[in-house]
């Protein structure tokens, strides 16, 4: 079968989502959402603008067995600035003391307990792809630290995995029924439930639960310098009923957890993963065809902010926007084959920004697709973008613009300044071949294009 040239390109909702029940809020809708004023007039060019805006932020996918499609009226998505912005459980920053997110790097083992090394190994990968260097604690601070410009991001110091006595295991337990590990950090231990892993991808997992609980305590000692985030590549379960969990924040205490484990890319096939319509081709019209079940070739009814277009670079309403060049740059870029370090890294870098956002007390969101969207599985993972969209954004610059050191600088100044950041960590050497960066990277120049423009007094392309 010929490779997809991703072609065409879907701006708005997949044909999927009116059957799923799930109903878009409105360009009026979506540009109050993204707004701290106390109200915002309906204004007859919202649709103009929607447009123009859908080939830089497009609408969220919405495909069969998406977050979206299963609970279409998720109370969890569709916070607004304003909602956000008045919530008494928001973690504001503080204003006299540094503002730091700290990257809890992967413990450390102790004699007793470099048997766990074992279990970051899956059983399930593809021959070949079983041994692939995983994510750095570097890599990932280096990427929050562009992500979340200009709050310092700092490395703690490593935890450390030590054994736990199993003083209130049961006698007739056996001896995966009650499995503990202890997690050190200083002189607390926190004890850890493990279990076999229910799918055989791995040994073991390890509970998040009681991971965060641990956590806790290191917040005690940070606070109140913002937010931590753990990085592990061991598999997680966070309740009896699950398979397993990528992540979790405990956004009102300002911790979270991600793991890289279902992100091995040895691990695609048996997940499913189509590498080939990973973000940003994910938003390939011709791929959400077929997921959504319509034959090849039959025509996709167009509504007023834009459906399918762009038949090609440069050519046709979608040529030259951000999602056109993110395209582009993404299949110009060597097979994820070529890399699949850099392959894993990516999508954990994602994860931890998402996860990273609760701690900001970003919700779910449903206005366009954008990094704060819940997912739900490994499939819709790789699908979603690693930008914020304008309303979550929106947020996070509000938030900044409370603390003078960040005010003093300006809005438009800061959010230059953030995607120049980015743009820098996405082009940089050891990235730019890296599918999801090359993309990422091409998306960011022609934002960064568009608000020089703006700046300058020109219209640049939104």
């Known amino acids: 079968m010929a490779p997809c040239k991703h072609a065409n390109l879907l701006l708005d909702v997949s044909p999927n989502a009116t059957q799923a029940g799930f109903a878009r809020p409105p360009a009026a809708k979506r540009r109050a959402a993204a707004s701290l004023a ?25 495909l069969p067995n998406d977050l979206l499609s299963v609970y279409p009226k998720d109370p969890d998505s ?65 990427y929050l630290s ?23 295991c049961p006698p ?42 641990g956590l806790l305590h290191m917040v005690k000692e940070i606070h109140p310098r913002y937010a ?21 924040a405990y956004g009102g205490s300002r911790v979270s957890v991600v793991t890289s484990s279902r992100y091995h890319p040895g691990l695609d096939w048996y997940q499913e993963i189509e590498r080939a319509h990973m973000w940003p081709a994910s938003h390939c019209g011709n791929f959400v065809r077929r997921k959504c079940g319509i034959r090849s070739g039959a025509g996709v009814k167009r509504r007023k902010v834009m459906m399918v277009e762009g038949d090609g670079a440069g050519e046709g309403k979608g040529g030259g926007t951000a999602m056109r060049a993110a395209m582009d740059a993404y299949v110009a870029a060597p097979a994820p084959e070529k ?35 819940g997912t739900a599985g490994i499939m819709e993972d790789v699908r979603q973008p690693p930008y914020l969209c304008p309303v979550c954004l929106e947020k996070v610059i509000s938030g900044l613009l409370e603390v003078k050191e960040y005010a003093n600088i300006g809005r438009e100044r800061l959010i230059l300044q953030r995607y120049k950041k980015l743009h820098e960590f996405c082009t940089g050497k050891t990235r730019a071949g890296v599918k999801m960066f090359a993309g990422y990277g091409a998306w960011l120049g022609k934002r960064i294009e568009a608000l020089k423009a703006e700046e300058e007094g020109g219209e640049g392309q939104l």
Not at 348 to 371: D, I, K, Q, R, V
């Open 38 to 62: 106390s109200r915002i007039e309906p204004d007859t060019a919202d649709e103009e603008e929607a447009q123009n805006l859908a080939g830089t932020f497009p609408g969220p996918l919405v």
């Open 78 to 142: 569709g916070q607004t600035v304003k909602v956000w912005q008045r919530s008494k459980h928001r973690n504001r920053l503080n204003a006299s003391t540094p503002n730091t997110i700290h990257v809890a790097a992967p413990p450390s083992y102790s004699p007793k307990m470099k048997h766990m090394r074992e279990w970051i190994v899956p059983l399930t990968a593809t021959e070949g792809e079983e041994d692939v260097s995983p994510p750095k604690p570097k890599d990932l601070t280096d």
């Open 172 to 213: 007739n337990a056996t001896k995966d029924e009650n499995r503990y590990i202890g997690l050190k950090q200083g002189q607390n231990i926190t004890r850890i439930r493990t279990r076999p892993c229910p799918d055989g991808a791995y040994e073991r997992q390890l509970n998040l639960g009681d991971i965060l609980d």
């Open 146 to 168: 562009a992500y979340y410009h200009p709050l310092p991001v700092t490395r703690t110091p490593n935890l450390i995995w030590v054994p736990w006595e199993d003083d209130d």
């Open 228 to 248: 931590l985030v753990m990085m592990l590549h061991h598999d997680l379960y966070e309740d009896e009923t699950d398979d397993f969990c990528c992540g979790r």
């Open 339 to 373: 890399d699949l370090a850099g392959l894993w890294f990516g999508r954990t870098a994602l994860t931890a920004s998402h996860e990273l956002g609760h701690c900001f007390c970003l919700g779910h969101c449903n206005y366009y697709a954008c990094a704060m969207q």
